[in-house]
C-alpha cells in the first residue's frame, strides 16, 4: 500500500466543470504539496500547505490534518489545465502519489 | 522557466558508456534533489543533497552517482546502467530542505 493514495487515476471533465481532485496519505508529515506536470515532462509546484486552505486563482487546495486528507480543487475548468496532478508529502522523508490525469475537453 | 536547467535534455547511451547529467539553479536556494520518474510510476526520489551534504540515499544502485560542488551545480553521473534505467530523470532545488520545489525541464534518458 502506499504512503499517499490520490483519486482518482483519470479524469475527463468538459471545459468550465469544477474538479476535485482527492489524496489521502498516512504518514506523519510537516508539509503537503500539489505538484502539476504538463505532457512532455516539466513539473511545477502549485501548492506547498500544512493547514486551512490556499487559493491561486482558480486552483484552491484544502488539507485536513486530522483527517490525514487533502483536496485539489480546480475552478472552471480549462483544455489548458489538462496534465498529472500529483500529491506529494513530506515528513521524514518524501514520499508521492501515482498521479491523477487529466483532460479538460472544449 | 523554474530556475533550474538541466543538460542535455536527451540522452541515448549504451550499457557499456558513461556519461554524466547536469543540473544547475540560479535561485540561491540550498537544497537539491535528483528523482527518476518512470513510466507509469510515482516519482521516485533518488539523492538529497543540503548545503552541499549528501542527505539522502534512497537505495540507489552504485551505477548512479552523485556529486554536489556547490549549492547550484549537482550532476549525477552514469555508468553501465540497464535498460531497466530508461527514465526521465528530474533535479530540483528547493530554499531550504523539504520545501517547496523548483523543478527542472528534466533529462529523458534512453538505454540501450
Known amino acids: 500500500k502506499n504512503e499517499v493514495e490520490q483519486s482518482p487515476q483519470n479524469l475527463t471533465a468538459q471545459e468550465g466543470e469544477f474538479i476535485t481532485i482527492n489524496c489521502s496519505y498516512s504518514v506523519g508529515i510537516s508539509a503537503l504539496h500539489w505538484l502539476q506536470q504538463h505532457p512532455g515532462g516539466g513539473i511545477v509546484s502549485l501548492f506547498m500547505l500544512s493547514s486551512g486552505k490556499k487559493k491561486h486563482g482558480r486552483l484552491i487546495a484544502t488539507i485536513n490534518i486530522q483527517e490525514k486528507h487533502s483536496s485539489l480543487h480546480i475552478t472552471a475548468s480549462h483544455p489548458r489545465d489538462s496534465a498529472v496532478y500529483i500529491c506529494a508529502v513530506t515528513g521524514n522523508q518524501f514520499y508521492f502519489g501515482t498521479g491523477t490525469s487529466l483532460t479538460v475537453i472544449p | 522557466e523554474t530556475g533550474v536547467t538541466q543538460t542535455p535534455r536527451h540522452l541515448v547511451m549504451g550499457m557499456t558508456n558513461k556519461k554524466s547529467l547536469k543540473c544547475e539553479q540560479h535561485?540561491?536556494?540550498?537544497?537539491m534533489y535528483w528523482y527518476k520518474q518512470s513510466a507509469k510510476k510515482p516519482l521516485e526520489l533518488m539523492f538529497v543533497?543540503?548545503?552541499?551534504?549528501?542527505?539522502e540515499n534512497n537505495s540507489v544502485p552504485s551505477r548512479f552517482s552523485p556529486e554536489c560542488p556547490n549549492s547550484s551545480h549537482l550532476f549525477l553521473h552514469l555508468h553501465t546502467l540497464q535498460p531497466e534505467d530508461s527514465a526521465l530523470y528530474l533535479c530540483?532545488?528547493?530554499?531550504?530542505?523539504?520545501?517547496?520545489?523548483?523543478f527542472g525541464p528534466g533529462t529523458r534518458l534512453t538505454v540501450t
Open positions: 530540483a532545488s528547493s530554499q531550504w530542505l523539504h520545501y517547496e520545489q523548483y
Open positions: 543533497y543540503n548545503f552541499k551534504e549528501q542527505t
Open positions: 535561485l540561491g536556494h540550498n537544497a
